[in-house]
């Protein structure tokens, strides 16, 4: 059982480059979650999408644009990076309908914008 | 949603067992306790929910006092394997949105 799992696991981009980010799971849940961790610092959400055919902003969703292509993915898209979304970035799911604070985490991609 | 203070750090040694608290003074009716574990250079992983007395699994132990201002997660007995971040957040189950991951405590257990 995969759970959660997204690609890549590590991208070094210019300033201005675009690149997505893929999340997939297999636990057929419904809600799905990007967030992004600063070194040191604890996560904060950039979009979360509640169920198939809905996205919502979180904290910090400057800069980025979500998808969710069907129940399983969930991608993130970095239009124009910038030094400043150097980050980890994590996806999650979680079953939602009541239980939407368990969530369960991706392994993480590890960005770097020069 | 209720903000949580929490050990920015604790030290252990193997066979320790390890009780860090969490406060959280102004904790709703409808909110819920919940653990996240976050080893280095991966995603936090759930432990344990609770929303009042005491609540028990494979991993851990959640200790939730009458008042419910504030939590102590109790694990039992710790491995080096053990050392890592652990968050402590509370809020409603229908809150997926709006979970808050503070700076967390961090674990270190030593030999």
């Known amino acids: 059982n995969a759970g959660v799992t997204q690609t890549p696991k590590f991208q070094v981009l210019k300033t201005g480059q675009s690149m997505t980010l893929q999340c997939a799971q297999d636990m057929n849940h419904n809600s799905m979650y990007w967030y992004r961790q600063d070194p040191g610092m604890g996560l904060r959400l950039i979009y979360y999408?509640?169920?198939?055919?809905?996205?919502d902003k979180g904290e910090v969703p400057n800069g980025y644009n979500v998808s969710r292509l069907n129940k399983r993915e969930f991608s993130l898209r970095l239009e124009s990076a910038a030094p400043s979304q150097t980050s980890v970035y994590f996806c999650a799911s979680g079953p939602g309908q009541g239980a939407q604070n368990i969530q369960y985490f991706g392994a993480g991609t590890r960005l770097s914008v020069l | 949603l209720a903000k949580t203070t929490q050990p920015i750090s604790m030290d252990s040694y193997e066979g320790q067992e390890v009780n860090i608290t969490c406060s959280h003074n102004?904790?709703?009716?409808?909110?819920?306790i919940t653990w996240y574990q976050q080893f280095p250079s991966q995603g936090p992983r759930f432990i344990i929910q609770g929303y009042k007395t005491k609540v028990t699994n494979e991993v851990a132990s959640l200790f939730i006092p009458a008042d419910r201002k504030s939590s102590t997660l109790s694990l039992p007995r710790v491995s080096l394997s053990d050392t890592a971040v652990y968050y402590c957040?509370?809020?409603?189950?229908?809150?997926?949105?709006?979970?808050?991951f503070g700076g967390g405590t961090r674990v270190l257990v030593k030999p």
């Open positions: 102004n904790i709703a009716t409808n909110d819920y």
């Open positions: 957040l509370v809020g409603p189950k229908a809150a997926g949105n709006k979970l808050t």
């Open positions: 999408s509640a169920s198939e055919g809905t996205t």
